[in-house]
């Protein structure tokens, strides 16, 4: 058994010996809304509006570790996210509530990597989970957060090219797994956060 155990670590560490180490910064947009048909106790939201989607700010740093066209991308990333409730009637005298919710997102994804002359044609899958930082701030209409749990957890599926082995583009969307909403309903419905990221990579090691 030790000796299967050292032949092991062995080739995990000739592994890593060989593989590719980049390291980076991005930043991006993102498009975050929610999905649900669970609001029935905030009657603000059932009778009077629709959901719509938010564009915030994201940024922070990435590692990437490469063993040929497979690699292991890590992130770090301060994400701006939320959602926002519209009147569905124009000439209503409720007003656009947005809930924005500030986000320490650690990100682990498998990446396959196509390599090309000039460009990198890459896919990418993986958990992306999302810790608040603060409290969420409500513009708008009084909206119960004691209702919700922002802590949240994700799956995130990307595609994207890296150019001339410098920058790179990517477009990302994410699925809530975690239901948000913690307010007891008769019903079973869920409450997932999701969002849709575009984003600009710049490496610098």
Same mark, same amino acid.
């Given at each position: 058994?030790?000796?299967? !155990? ?16 980049? %390291?980076?910064?991005? $930043?991006?947009? @993102?498009?975050?809304?929610? +999905?649900?048909?669970?609001? @029935? ?5 059932? &009778?009077?509006? +629709?959901?719509?989607?938010? !564009? ?15 690699? $292991? ?14 009147? #569905? ?15 320490? @997102? ?7 990597? *196509? ?15 999302? *810790?608040?930082?603060? &409290?969420?701030?409500? &513009?708008? &209409? !009084?909206?119960? %957060?004691? +209702?919700?749990?922002?802590?949240? $957890? ?8 890296? *150019? ?6 990517? $477009?990302?969307?994410?699925?809530? %797994?975690?239901?948000? =909403? ?5 019903? !079973? #419905? ?11 990579? %710049? =490496?610098?090691?």
């Amino acid at each position: 058994m030790k000796k299967l !155990t050292v032949a092991l670590m062995c080739v995990l560490l000739a592994s890593f010996a060989f593989a590719q180490f980049d %390291l980076g910064v991005k $930043l991006g947009a @993102n498009y975050s809304y929610i +999905d649900t048909e669970e609001f @029935n106790a905030q009657l603000y939201i059932e &009778e009077f509006s +629709d959901l719509a989607n938010i !564009t915030g700010f994201v940024g922070g740093a990435f590692a990437v570790v490469g063993f040929g066209p497979i690699a $292991l991308q890590l992130e770090g990333l301060f994400s701006m996210e939320g959602f926002a409730i519209v009147p #569905e009637d124009p000439t209503s005298v409720l007003e656009t509530t947005t809930i924005r919710t500030n986000y320490l @997102n650690a990100v682990a994804m498998g990446r396959f990597n *196509i390599d090309l002359a000039i460009v990198e044609p890459f896919i990418s899958a993986g958990v992306n989970v999302g *810790i608040p930082l603060g &409290e969420s701030v409500v &513009e708008g &209409e !009084t909206i119960d %957060l004691e +209702d919700f749990d922002f802590t949240k $957890l994700g799956l995130a599926f990307g595609a994207g090219v890296k *150019i001339l082995d410098m920058v790179e583009v990517e $477009l990302r969307y994410v699925q809530g %797994l975690t239901d948000i =909403y913690t307010a007891t309903t008769d019903d !079973t #419905e869920t409450t997932f956060a999701n969002l849709v990221r575009l984003s600009v990579g %710049l =490496y610098i090691f």
